[in-house]
C-alpha cells in the first residue's frame, strides 16, 4: 500500500473496481458536504470586522464566509457527476484539461445553483465527457515516451496537469470508474487515500461459501492505495447479510468502516431531481442523510 504523509488527506478517490456500488452518489454527497463545512454564517453584527470581503457569500438575507472551495473531478467517461448535480457543462472536461488543450481554469464549472434554490458558492466540478475515452489514448502514449517507470509517467502527467487545483482547493473528490485500467491505477496514486463504498453481492457468494467480508477484497483487489474510509452503502440493516458484513468489515479493518449509508428513496431520487442529500433533506429527517454527514464528518480535518 502506498502510504503518503506529511499533509492531510486532501485528495480523496472514490473507488471500487464493481460497478454500481454507489461510487459516484458517494462522491457526489461527500464533495457537497465538504464545501457546507467551509461555508460559515456570519452574524449581522460581525459583518464589519471582515476586512476580506471576496470571501464572503451573500445568500437572501443571510452571509456565509468561505474558508475554501471544493472541486470534484469526474473521471468517469459517463459524466454522472454534473447531471446529477444539474449542471450545464460547457464545452471543456477533464480529457481536455490533461491534453492541455484547455487550463484547468476555463474546464472548471461552478456547481452554484443559488437561483434555484441550491446555494453551492464554493463547490465546483470538473466534468467528464466520452472525449476522456480518446484523452487517455493519447495520454497513455505520450506517458510511455516519458523516462519513467511502470505507471509513473501517467501519475506525474496528472501532478503536472492539475496542480493550479491542488493550490487552490481545499478538497478535491475524484469520482472514478468501476474499471482497473493503468489509466485509473494512475488517479489512484494521484489521490492521497481512497474512499471505499462498498455493497453486498449476493451473487458473487451464491453456493461458494464465500466469507462476506471477501466481497469487499475481490472488489477492491488491485486497488494500491491507502484506504481513507470502507463505507458499506446499499444497506438495509434488517436483512441479516447487510448486518454481517458490516460485523464483518469492522472486525477485519476496525475504525476505517464507517457508519453504513441505508438503502433510502431518497438517495436513489435526489439526482434525477439534480439535488445532493443535503438539498433533498435539509432536515436530515433520513438517516441515509445523517449517514453522509458522518462520512462527511470523518473527511473534514478542520
Ligand atoms: N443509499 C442508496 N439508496 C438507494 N439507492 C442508491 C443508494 N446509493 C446509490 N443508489 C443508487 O444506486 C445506483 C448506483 O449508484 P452510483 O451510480 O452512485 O454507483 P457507481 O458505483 O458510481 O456506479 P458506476 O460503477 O456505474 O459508476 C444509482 O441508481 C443510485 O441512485
Ligand atoms: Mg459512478
Redesign the pocket.
Known amino acids: 500500500m502506498t502510504q503518503k504523509t506529511g499533509r492531510q488527506d486532501k485528495v480523496l478517490a ?1 473507488v ?1 473496481r ?11 454527497n461527500l464533495a457537497h458536504g465538504l464545501s457546507r463545512k467551509l461555508m460559515r454564517r456570519v452574524a449581522p453584527k460581525d459583518l464589519d470586522k471582515i476586512t476580506d470581503r471576496s470571501n464572503l457569500f451573500q445568500y437572501q438575507d443571510t452571509y456565509y464566509y468561505l474558508l475554501g472551495h471544493v472541486l470534484l473531478i469526474d473521471f ?1 467517461p ?1 459524466g ?1 457527476c454534473a447531471h446529477g448535480l444539474g449542471i450545464d457543462t460547457g464545452k471543456a472536461d477533464i480529457g481536455d484539461v490533461l491534453l492541455e488543450q484547455r487550463h484547468i481554469t476555463e474546464a472548471v464549472v461552478s456547481a452554484d445553483r443559488s437561483a434555484e434554490g441550491f446555494p453551492r458558492p464554493n463547490l465546483w466540478i470538473l466534468p467528464a465527457s466520452d472525449n476522456l475515452e480518446h484523452a487517455k489514448d493519447i495520454l497513455r502514449a505520450q506517458a510511455f515516451a516519458m523516462p519513467s517507470t511502470k505507471n509513473y509517467g501517467l501519475v506525474r502527467i496528472l501532478e503536472e496537469r492539475l496542480a493550479v487545483a491542488l493550490d487552490r482547493f481545499t478538497y478535491i473528490v475524484l ?4 474499471a482497473l485500467d493503468t489509466f485509473t491505477q494512475a488517479v489512484y496514486q494521484f489521490a492521497d487515500a481512497a474512499i471505499v ?1 462498498v455493497k453486498p453481492d449476493y451473487f458473487s457468494m451464491a453456493g461458494t461459501g464465500q466469507h462476506i467480508s471477501s466481497i469487499f477484497e475481490a472488489q477492491t483487489r488491485g486497488i494500491d492505495i491507502r484506504i481513507h474510509t470502507i463505507v458499506p ?3 438495509v440493516a434488517r436483512q441479516k447479510l447487510d448486518q454481517q458484513m458490516v460485523d464483518e468489515l469492522r472486525e477485519l479493518h476496525g475504525n476505517m468502516v464507517s457508519q453504513p ?12 431531481l439534480q439535488q445532493t442529500i443535503f438539498e433533498y433533506d435539509p432536515r436530515f429527517l433520513n438517516p ?1 442523510t445523517v449517514a453522509y454527514q458522518a462520512l462527511v464528518d470523518r473527511v473534514y480535518y478542520g
Open positions: 472514490v471500487n464493481k460497478g454500481g456500488v454507489a461510487k459516484t452518489t458517494t462522491a457526489i468517469d459517463q454522472h469520482d472514478c470508474p468501476p463504498p452503502t446499499l444497506n449509508i441505508p438503502r433510502s428513496q431518497a438517495v436513489a431520487e435526489a439526482p434525477a441515509a
